[in-house]
């Protein structure tokens, strides 16, 4: 059953049809994700200038931010986001062995340390934030990472949480 309809672009307001379009240029297409968060547009909004403002801009490379934002949702059970930034992955050129490699072994993948550090400490606050330890902080520092590099990955991961959430207790389908 579905639970939810997507909005239809064409049929949104003049506010949305705009969002729309921004991120049309952005992907090629209008994913389901943002067609359900139409129906509250100012969510939509917040969003929509979330993921611009974090998966778009930055320090850390838009590989390392989908990675974290595969490895998370991939944690949270999440098909759709699982499915939609592998996809993003393969956008950006990463080929399907070394999208294994981060799903499994991602010391075999192609990350400076610092990435990897910054990768396992955002997954890791996924799971169990209450569990960082000061060791965690201290060694993701010594990979020279600095705060705002770290703020960064967790602000990946906090959004992909977020969505993984909605996704779920809404079933959208990937689209």
Not at 41 to 55: G, I, S
Not at 83 to 89: F, K, P
Not at 101 to 126: G, M, P, S
Not at 127 to 148: I, K
Request: charged share 30%; glycine share 6%; aromatic share 6%.
């Amino acid at each position: 059953m579905k639970r939810i309809d997507t909005v239809a672009p064409g049929t949104a307001s003049p506010e949305v049809e705009e969002i729309f379009q921004d991120i049309k240029k952005v992907f090629g297409m209008i994913p389901n994700l943002f067609k359900t968060y139409a129906h509250h547009p100012p969510l939509l909004q917040a969003n929509w200038h979330k993921v611009k403002r974090v998966m778009m801009e930055g320090a850390l490379s838009r590989k390392t931010k989908e990675a974290i934002a595969l490895l998370v949702s991939k944690d949270n059970g999440c098909k759709y986001c699982v499915t939609a930034h592998s996809g993003a992955l393969k956008a950006i050129g990463v080929n399907e062995e070394e999208i294994g490699h981060i799903e499994t072994d991602l010391d075999q993948a192609d990350f400076t340390d610092k990435e990897r550090a910054l990768i396992r400490f955002a997954r890791k606050a996924n799971r169990d934030a209450n569990g960082l330890s000061d060791e965690e902080f201290l060694a993701v520092r010594e990979t020279g990472a600095g705060e705002a590099e770290i703020i960064e990955a967790l602000g990946v991961m906090e959004i992909f949480t977020a969505f993984n959430k909605f996704l779920d207790a809404l079933d959208v389908e990937l689209g």
